[in-house]
């Protein structure tokens, strides 16, 4: 094993963190996980990330044909863009994802399709570059529970519904703790003080369900769960502490949504009451952001959870089907 490169921080249990460059610094993460010469990539990031990807698996000292499983928490293409084009360097490596989001990695225009409508073809091109999808002989779908060995370490997967229903987590044994994707939230590290971080649920569309949310994270909490790996962004530890938090802001968001105006206003009127909820939480975090530092570091995840709000309530308010 060499000196890991800088964008990759290698932790106890056999886990590296990866900054997978997406959009700024400590953003999005892929995680590492080697276990007696073999190894598993946890989320990706996207496209362009692969090549960071690649390099953490060598400083480690394994070679490509070490990599048993790439796993993708769900299929949004911050988490899971770069899976065709990992996987064509991996000869030994079979996908791992959540039912129904196989479809999608199997053939991704679909997706591809969604986030070119969402940001437009000159950003897609920018921020995700070529999705490739992944030949279906070499993916394994999950059931909620079921137990894959890592060279016999078990990791657990849990169906974990409500930030997408093609999400589940990981349960990690030895480290006693979760790979999360965005079920438990957000936590930048800009935002730790001497309380510790700060969290933020993920509303970003199109399958926010609020109960679902609520029910997976307490289902995770059951487990009395030592840390959290997040995608956005790293481990985060004082879990009981980030699971009340998150909670209450969850409840604050639902509070949001059933007050503000319906109307052509709804949506800034969303952003503006996300804001202050990031603002008075933060705040009671010991957090020094001024609001307009906040709201320059957090307004993508604020436009995206106000776009997820607007879709979840436009389906609450269709009439049910006979």
């Given at each position: 094993m060499r000196t890991p490169p800088p964008f990759v921080h290698v932790l106890e249990h056999g886990i590296h963190t990866i900054d997978t460059g997406f959009h700024r610094p400590?953003?999005?993460?892929?995680?590492?996980?080697?276990?007696?010469?073999?190894?598993?990539?946890?989320?990706?990031?996207?496209?362009?990330?692969?090549?960071?990807?690649?390099?953490?698996?060598?400083?480690?000292?394994?070679?490509?044909?070490?990599?048993?499983?790439?796993?993708?928490t769900h299929v949004h293409l911050d988490h899971a863009g770069g899976v065709g084009q990992l996987m064509q360097h991996l000869p030994s490596a079979r996908l791992v994802v959540h039912p129904r989001g196989a479809p999608h990695l199997i053939d991704p225009r679909l997706l591809i399709q969604g986030a070119r409508v969402v940001y437009g073809d000159e950003e897609f091109e920018r921020s995700y570059g070529e999705v490739v999808g992944v030949d279906a002989q070499r993916v394994i779908e999950t059931d909620d529970?079921?137990?894959?060995?890592?060279?016999?370490?078990?990791?657990?997967?849990?169906?974990?519904?409500?930030?997408?229903?093609?999400?589940?987590?990981?349960?990690?044994?030895?480290?006693?703790?979760?790979?999360?994707?965005?079920?438990?939230?957000?936590?930048?590290?800009?935002?730790?003080?001497?309380?510790?971080?700060?969290?933020?649920?993920?509303?970003?569309?199109?399958?926010?369900?609020?109960?679902?949310?609520?029910?997976?994270?307490?289902?995770?909490?059951?487990?009395?769960?030592?840390?959290?790996?997040?995608?956005?962004?790293?481990?985060?530890?004082?879990?009981?502490?980030?699971?009340?938090?998150?909670?209450?802001?969850?409840?604050?968001?639902?509070?949001?949504?059933?007050?503000?105006?319906?109307?052509p206003d709804r949506h800034a009127a969303l952003k503006q009451g996300l804001l202050q909820i990031c603002i008075a939480g933060t705040a009671a975090n010991g957090c020094r952001q001024t609001p307009a530092e906040l709201e320059a570091l957090l307004g993508l995840d604020i436009e995206l959870n106000a776009q997820g709000m607007g879709i979840w309530l436009d389906r609450k308010a269709k009439p049910a089907r006979a």
């Open positions: 400590v953003f999005d993460a892929a995680y590492l996980m080697i276990e007696d010469g073999r190894a598993a990539f946890i989320d990706t990031g996207t496209s362009h990330s692969v090549p960071r990807l690649l390099e953490a698996l060598s400083a480690a000292g394994l070679a490509t044909d070490a990599v048993d499983y790439v796993i993708a529970g079921m137990v894959l060995a890592l060279a016999g370490r078990p990791l657990t997967f849990i169906d974990t519904p409500g930030h997408a229903r093609h999400h589940h987590c990981i349960w990690d044994e030895r480290s006693r703790g979760f790979f999360t994707g965005d079920t438990f939230g957000l936590s930048y590290r800009e935002f730790d003080t001497d309380q510790g971080a700060w969290l933020l649920p993920t509303t970003t569309p199109v399958q926010f369900e609020p109960e679902a949310l609520r029910a997976s994270v307490l289902r995770m909490l059951a487990f009395e769960p030592a840390c959290m790996y997040l995608t956005h962004y790293g481990r985060v530890t004082q879990v009981p502490r980030l699971g009340a938090q998150f909670l209450d802001q969850l409840d604050q968001i639902v509070r949001l949504g059933r007050t503000v105006p319906t109307g």
